[in-house]
């Protein structure tokens, strides 16, 4: 079983619709999470901390939901420029190596 | 240019050459990451430096693989005797402690270099 699974996509989403995914992961001792943004051939950009109460930054909301071991993101008013894979991240410790999901794939269409 | 940088970007390389890559983090930084990722792939991890020492190191780091940060600024990965299974993206990552941020580290990521082997 992978640290940490996600849905591959491709989520395809209407400009201006809303879109939610989720990832779960597979160590209960767990200390942080993240959002990481890939776009296509480039490096992973942190997009956002995912904190224990959920967090929004803009038109992203994070969710963790520790008894179930999952986190979700969801995109408001989706942008074109929000096509991108979305790989969802865990440290096991609070600092140290990063346990990546293989990334859910967003697709904005006009 | 302040982010973490990598050289080369591309590489080329015929199976069985030895290929090295270099990462200058972002100079505050005291920790720096290497991964590795493939096609449909998140990255993966291979191994953590803190300042001049290794502290962890992969499964995935065979012995064709070192890596090395002399004084704790840059660092290099070699890969010898390289085989096709090595072409992949290779990201170098560095952090230090987030003001702000409660326990936190978070972690930026170079271009990457990335290796075809022929």
């Known amino acids: 079983r992978k640290e940490v699974e996600q849905d591959p996509g491709p989520f395809n989403v209407p400009e201006g619709a809303t879109v939610a995914f989720n990832c779960t992961y597979s160590n209960s001792a767990s200390q942080s999470f993240f959002w990481y943004r890939q776009d296509c051939r480039k490096e992973p950009k942190l997009l956002m901390s995912v904190y224990s109460s959920g967090n929004e930054d803009g038109r992203f909301t994070a969710q963790l939901n520790r008894a179930s071991q999952y986190i979700s993101l969801l995109i408001r008013d989706s942008k074109l420029s929000d096509s991108a894979t979305y790989l969802c991240v865990v440290n096991p410790d609070s600092w140290g190596k990063l346990q990546f999901g293989a990334g859910t794939q967003v697709v904005v269409t006009p | 240019d302040t982010g973490v940088s990598q050289d080369p970007r591309h590489k080329i390389t015929k199976r069985g050459q030895n290929v090295t890559f270099r990462c200058d983090p972002i100079s505050e930084h005291n920790r720096l990451y290497w991964y590795r990722q493939t096609l449909g792939q998140g990255p993966e991890f291979l191994t953590y430096?803190?300042?001049?020492?290794?502290?962890?190191k992969s499964r995935l780091l065979s012995d064709r693989f070192s890596a090395e940060r002399p004084k704790g600024s840059f660092s290099t990965l070699e890969i010898q005797r390289t085989e096709q299974g090595d072409s992949a993206m290779y990201l170098c990552?560095?952090?230090?402690?987030?003001?702000?941020?409660?326990?936190?580290?978070?972690?930026?990521f170079g271009p990457g270099t990335r290796l075809t082997v022929l």
């Open positions: 990552a560095s952090s230090g402690r987030d003001r702000g941020f409660m326990g936190t580290d978070t972690q930026y």
């Open positions: 430096f803190q300042n001049e020492a290794q502290l962890e």
